[in-house]
């Protein structure tokens, strides 16, 4: 199955594009150890993961709170 | 009285009986065993009947009682628990391939108490598979049906714990409740189910579905049973850290009148929606109704947030039971039932970041919620307000899981309560409402419910 997967970025799923989204659930499943159910159970495999960024899309106007919290002034690159 | 009376004994009427010696524990336990012999095989309520140990057990109480050794109001009382609750020596299966043979080693803590206090088990009962809710279709034992009409659904997860009492087969049944698997099958199936304040329940020995939010609770027919009940299970165990410090008031005690109860409607989740079940509606309306009737102050207020609340819910549930079955979904995912493996697997695409801000919500989200019971010493709402579908209409069962207000309550931690409002006069099916409380005031729960409950004993009628 991995050789027929293009690769992709693990990027946030929420931004992750409607027709990149089998791919990507795939791919993310095999590099969760998950390979088994990726290639025996592939069509839940995807719908897990749309139902998972459906979830976190519903919700993410109200989640930035982490994200928008005040960072430290101090960085690791000075 | 003739077996069939006995098996509509309720759990305190039974208990008053056995402590006058006027009722065997030995011969009551005999009269629920046959019915279930004879109903089960229809209603496939139980996993597992435990009869020669339920009689072994029932023998010792009624010696003890005889002796003069009566231990409380679950003395000689049956009672069955939802197979993800150990029992030492009898299997804990959680309706799943992967546990089939999984004998349990020990008692979870709250069958510790029940032993102690003498009730006597008769069974593991059905749940939808891991408590993962979505009424299960390939998992090694057949789904519970609906007493009051096989056709239409149970709901989950504790559906054999609300068939097997809704069907006179037991008096008391132990379910959990993590996003609303006790409150959705009680209201279904006409009984009334508490899901208690997280905390007051030790959880130790019972199959974990998300840590946050699990929670054991009492589903029985009357509201006093269910309050008796919940005395004899609650309170600090070490073995749950959730429970520790907590004071064991006692929440069986009654009131004539509701005279400075302070009671919150929210309205809005089903009186601004244009399809919500009028008959649903109704009953929610007569509880209320009765309550101001009784004394109550009632005042509404709005859940204005209810979908996202019922989200994150199940985004918290999503995160956490992948964690527990993430070794299981890597090794063996053909193990899994079809419904229970797709919902396990959303976890698997959800990071620590989500988890994190996850957590953050959550925090927000409880405190809007508790400001609900600024002023109000209980809540009142629907738990669902969709007409029962049937078993073969997915696409309307799906839907009641996102048009309800059980999930919040999970999440919060507040006690919540769902008893039968009466039935709907085109399918027959049972009604609802749902009564939640300030953290750690079951007490006052059980106070308005049973007040509603002894005006429209709909408990009364059998299916």
């Known amino acids: 199955m991995s050789n027929t997967v293009p690769p992709h970025a693990h990027g946030p799923l929420v931004a992750v594009p409607e027709d990149s989204l089998p791919a990507w659930a795939i791919q993310v499943a095999c590099g969760a150890g998950l390979g088994k159910a990726a290639r025996e159970y592939p069509e839940q495999v995807v719908r897990a993961a749309a139902s998972a960024r459906d979830t976190l899309k519903a919700l993410q106007d109200d989640m930035p709170g982490t994200a928008r919290a005040a960072r430290p002034t101090w960085s690791l690159s000075k | 009285m003739n077996d069939a009376d006995l098996c509509r004994l309720s759990l305190s009427e039974a208990s008053k009986l056995i402590q006058g010696q006027d009722l065997s524990p030995v011969r009551y336990t005999q009269a629920l065993l046959d019915r279930i012999a004879r109903e089960d095989g229809q209603l496939h309520a139980f996993i597992r009947v435990t009869a020669d140990t339920a009689m072994d057990e029932a023998l010792a109480a009624e010696q003890d009682i005889r002796a003069g050794r009566w231990r409380g109001p679950l003395h000689g009382i049956p009672y069955a628990l939802k197979d993800i609750i150990d029992y030492a020596g009898v299997p804990t299966t959680a309706q799943s391939r992967l546990l089939e043979k999984n004998v349990a080693q020990d008692d979870a803590g709250v069958v510790r108490k029940l032993k102690e206090q003498g009730a006597i088990l008769l069974g593991k009962l059905g749940t939808d598979e891991f408590a993962c809710g979505g009424h299960p279709i390939d998992c090694p034992w057949p789904a519970p049906r609906n007493p009051w009409n096989p056709e239409y659904v149970t709901a989950g997860s504790s559906s054999g714990s609300a068939v097997a009492v809704a069907a006179r087969m037991v008096p008391l049944a132990l379910g959990t409740d993590t996003n609303g698997s006790i409150r959705n099958p009680a209201a279904r199936c006409g009984i009334v189910g508490i899901k208690p304040t997280y905390g007051r329940v030790s959880r130790h020995g019972v199959i974990p579905l998300a840590p946050t939010m699990d929670h054991v609770g009492p589903m029985t027919r009357t509201v006093q049973d269910n309050a008796l009940a919940l005395q004899a299970i609650m309170g600090s165990d070490p073995a749950d850290p959730a429970t520790m410090n907590r004071a064991e008031p006692d929440v069986t005690g009654y009131a004539a009148d509701l005279r400075g109860l302070r009671v919150a409607v929210a309205r809005n989740v089903y009186m601004e929606d244009p399809a919500a079940d009028a008959e649903q509606v109704a009953g929610i309306e007569e509880l209320v109704r009765v309550l101001a009737d009784g004394g109550a ?14 989200l994150l819910s199940r985004l918290l549930l999503s995160i956490e039971a992948y964690a527990i079955h993430e070794p299981w979904l890597r090794s063996d995912p053909q193990a899994y039932g079809t419904r229970c493996r797709e919902r396990l697997l959303q976890g698997a695409f959800l990071t620590a970041a989500d988890h994190a801000r996850a957590q953050e919500l959550r925090r927000q989200y409880t405190a809007e919620l508790c400001s609900l019971f600024s ?50 006069a085109r399918t027959g099916m049972p009604l609802a409402a749902q009564i939640v409380g300030r953290h750690f005031d079951e007490a006052t729960v059980y106070r308005a419910a049973g007040f509603y409950e002894r005006l429209n004993p709909w408990h009364e009628t059998c299916p």
């Open chain 2, 297 to 310: 102050v009632v005042h509404e207020v709005r859940i204005a947030g209810l979908r996202k609340y019922n």
């Open chain 2, 375 to 424: 002023g109000a010493d209980l809540l009142v709402t629907a738990s669902g307000y969709d007409a029962t579908p049937k078993v073969s209409d997915r696409e309307a069962f799906l839907k009641t899981y996102e048009r309800q207000v059980r999930m919040p309550f999970n999440m919060t931690g507040h006690p919540a309560l769902v008893l039968p409002t009466g039935f709907s």
